[in-house]
């Protein structure tokens, strides 16, 4: 194998391979040179005198080998505007320890009188800042701070700031994203003249309609009065505004009596304007050819006539006829009672719906009553009943309420001389009851459930109507307080003393005790 020496194999280079060789020799250059910037830059907080910077109230610990306060804030990237605040000056040569203290100006867009512009100020209130964008505000003017309406010492809101695009900006601790403007706009009251029937006057506003201007000023507008323009009026500087005012009337009409207001001249005038219609027999006071003064009092009063006819019930008659063919205890209707009627009449005035008088025209019998009439039976009808003691025959049976008692229970002194004797001189004892004796006679024989055979021989003062009590001796005494059927025996008694109809005592909803 033939070997080379470097000479034999050197060759001249071709131009292209010239000129990639003199294109990395230039890279490796600048290579150098930003590996030198660099360390030369990191060198920098290594060297000169320590200070601190505070920006924005975000503070920092720096080195730096320049001369004054203007070279180190070249040397961080700090630029400032003539509006932000720096204390010490610029040309304050650099020492160790100092404090650098820098304030930044807000952004502010700023509109009035048609002109638009950014600012940058370190106002803390809407007055400071208009203060220092040189703009005049009268007292009429409005001044908007976004968008809402702010008074000259009302606060500027605290600073906010844009987001970042791709992060937060790297370095030092104030290099924050783009701080939010806040908006100021002023708007110009104009001049506009109002006539309301007096001396004319002139107001500055602000309001976009004449309806609001005099709102905010605080005139006052009743219902009747006229303005013109109208209220909607847009407001344009040098409008004359008219007001003709309306006349204040008290009116009563149909129960309501209110205040209000009219242009009308007369009465009349008032009541039209106010759509209150008067007709007939209504009364007007005052006339309706009165002028109007202010707080007149006008009374409308309704007045009609109507002719009224007055029903009244005549109350019919009810009887009781005996029927020999109907069952005792049992009754019928024969005739339906029914009510008459009398008619009467009347003429009769009313002011404002309170009648006021009434006269009699003329009146009759429309209807004459019809008398009722109940059949009770008086036909005795024998029957047999099977009971302990045997078969009974009855000729009428009544479901009375029983209660008991004994000569100790009667409420009797025991040193009366009739104490335990009954109304008919036989003494008290079982089988003895006490009755109402207009229901059922003395000495009628009964059958009663649950006490057996009785007769009916005593009196209470209790006992009334279809009520009966039960006698006893003390020994055997049994307490009773319920409804129970009392079969009147054979033989019956005499035809006069029967009570055909019995009275409603006890009703049938009686309690079971007392």
């Known amino acids: 194998m033939r070997m080379s020496s470097p000479d034999t194999d050197r060759r001249p280079l071709s131009g292209s391979a010239r000129l990639a060789l003199a294109l990395l020799a230039w890279l490796a250059g600048m290579a150098l040179v930003g590996a030198a910037a660099v360390w030369a830059a990191r060198d920098i907080p290594r060297s000169g005198v320590r200070v601190s910077i505070s920006v924005d109230g975000l503070q920092e610990q720096v080195r730096s080998s320049r001369t004054d306060v203007a070279g180190l804030l070249a040397d961080i990237g700090l630029e400032l505007r003539a509006e932000d605040a720096l204390a010490p ?32 100020t370190r106002a803390s209130t809407v007055g400071e800042l208009l203060a220092a964008v040189k703009i005049r505000v009268d007292d009429s003017d409005e001044v908007y701070l976004d968008g809402a309406l702010a008074p000259k010492e009302t606060p500027l809101p605290p600073l906010l700031r844009g987001s970042a695009q791709g992060g937060m900006p790297a370095g030092h601790a104030w290099r924050l994203p783009p701080a939010i403007p806040v908006h100021l706009s002023v708007r110009r009251a ?3 003249t109002v006539d309301d ?3 004319p006057y002139t107001l500055y506003t602000t309001a976009p309609t004449v309806g609001e201007a005099l709102l905010r000023e605080s005139v006052t507008l009743y219902l009747g009065d006229y303005v013109q323009p109208s209220l909607g009026t847009r407001v344009s500087p040098g409008l004359r505004v008219f007001i003709d005012r309306s006349i204040p009337v008290v009116l009563s009409a149909d129960g309501r ?3 209000t207001r009219t242009r009308g001249r007369v009465v009349g005038d008032a009541l039209m304007d106010l ?34 006819v007055e029903r009244k019930d005549i109350p019919f008659e009810a009887i009781s006829v005996p029927d020999d063919n109907l069952e005792i205890d049992h009754t019928r209707l024969a005739q339906a009672g029914q009510k008459g009627e009398h008619r009467t009449r009347w003429r009769v005035r009313y002011e404002d719906g309170q009648e006021v008088e009434r006269a009699m025209i003329d009146e009759w019998q429309a209807a004459a009553p019809v008398t009722q009439v109940t059949a009770y039976g008086r036909m005795l009808v024998p029957r047999t009943l099977d009971t302990p003691d045997g078969p009974v025959t009855y000729w009428r049976k009544i479901r009375m309420y029983a209660t008991s008692y004994s000569p100790a229970r009667a409420g009797t002194p025991k040193t009366a001389p009739w104490y335990g004797r009954t109304r008919i001189g036989m003494t008290l004892r079982k089988g003895l009851v006490a009755i109402d004796p207009t229901v059922i006679p003395f000495h009628t024989p009964l059958y009663i459930e649950g006490y057996g055979k ?9 006992v009334k109507g279809k009520w009966i009590d039960l006698g006893y001796e003390d020994h055997d005494y049994e307490s009773w307080h319920w409804w129970v059927d ?11 003393k029967i009570r055909w109809v019995l009275p409603n005592y006890p009703p049938p909803d009686f309690p079971r005790r007392r």
């Open 197 to 199: 029937g007096s001396v």
């Open 486 to 496: 009392v079969y009147v025996l054979e033989p019956r008694s005499a035809w006069e």
């Open 257 to 259: 009596t209110v205040q």
């Open 89 to 120: 000056a610029r040309q304050t040569p650099l020492a160790e320890g100092l404090q650098i203290v820098v304030e930044r100006a807000r952004p502010a867009l700023v509109s009035s009188d048609g002109d638009f512009r950014e600012v940058f």
């Open 190 to 192: 104009v001049p506009i």
């Open 275 to 308: 759509g209150v219609i008067v007709a007939g027999s209504d009364r007007v006071e005052p006339a309706m050819h009165e002028p109007l003064v202010d707080h007149l009092q006008v009374k409308v009063t309704r007045v009609s006539e109507v002719v009224l």
């Open 454 to 462: 009785a007769l009916a021989a005593d009196t209470g003062g209790g």
